[in-house]
């Protein structure tokens, strides 16, 4: 199963992105799915996931600005972002978890997609 994410783009400071994740390929379930991204020189870092129990979390930086969303039949997730500033410039990445996970590392997910990129100008 391939994750495949779209909706980056360039946007103003203060504008609005809303990123998509469809699974495809075959049947498809993960206890989590998330967003991820990653900036030139810097690691790639937690931004937001979606439990199948259905609570969200968010990293701190995100927070009252970003909203994921999770279609339960389809296991589309989406992240809406809002509010955004330069410092969210990022290759955005879609994960999914297919087994519990304690924690939202990297390493928690085993299932990625390519990314796309999201670019906020001042």
């Known amino acids: 199963v391939q994750l495949q994410a779209s909706g980056g783009g360039l946007v103003q400071a203060g504008g609005s992105l809303r990123l998509t994740c469809q699974p495809s390929?075959?049947?498809?379930?993960?206890?989590?799915m998330g967003w991820f991204r990653q900036a030139p020189g810097k690691e790639r870092e937690f931004v937001a996931a979606?439990?199948?129990?259905?609570?969200?979390s968010y990293a701190d930086s995100v927070k009252g600005r970003f909203t994921i969303s999770r279609d339960s039949i389809t296991n589309t997730v989406s992240l809406q972002m809002d509010n955004l500033k330069p410092e969210d410039t990022a290759k955005h990445y879609c994960a999914a978890a297919s087994y519990y996970i304690t924690n939202h590392s990297p390493d928690s997910y085993d299932n990625w997609g390519l990314g796309t990129l999201v670019t906020v100008s001042s």
């Open positions: 390929g075959g049947p498809f379930w993960a206890y989590a």
């Open positions: 979606h439990r199948s129990g259905g609570s969200a």
